[in-house]
């Protein structure tokens, strides 16, 4: 199920703010657009702490045997710069548009230690270096 129509104004912005191969620069030092049309295998990339979004196309990593899907229904978060292997679906037909938010470290930092009397034990989960997971937006339409 791809939860971001192709025709969304989102995904239309993101194109026009990213009109060339690669990481793309915004007015905000710490988001970037990332466009590509090629399919890339078996990639060997090292991400910054931080959130990746993808609004058209698809990507996946691979860590430690574990597969990392991020696509229009999955994000991707990293906490700690970790190189992995990575694989990506695009054409010039339907590029591969993404969203990289990178995290401020030391808000991040302090975030952790507000929040870390909290939680309870049975709630802390296993720290990973990488995490994709569904997105969860109860009644967003992309508009």
Partial sequence: MNSQPASS?????AAELAPRHGYNATPL????ILRSETILEDVTVLYRPGAVFVLQGS????????VYRYD???????????????ASQASPAQPLLAIYFDFDLHLAAEIVTMLEGQLGHEEREKARSLVSSRMNCPGFTGE
């Fill in 72 to 86: 229009a229904d999955h994000y991707l978060a990293v906490s700690v710069p970790v190189p992995f292997r990575m």
């Fill in 29 to 32: 030092p710490c988001i970037r």
């Fill in 59 to 66: 990507k996946q990593g691979f860590l430690n045997g574990e």
């Fill in 9 to 13: 104004p989102l995904l239309a912005l």
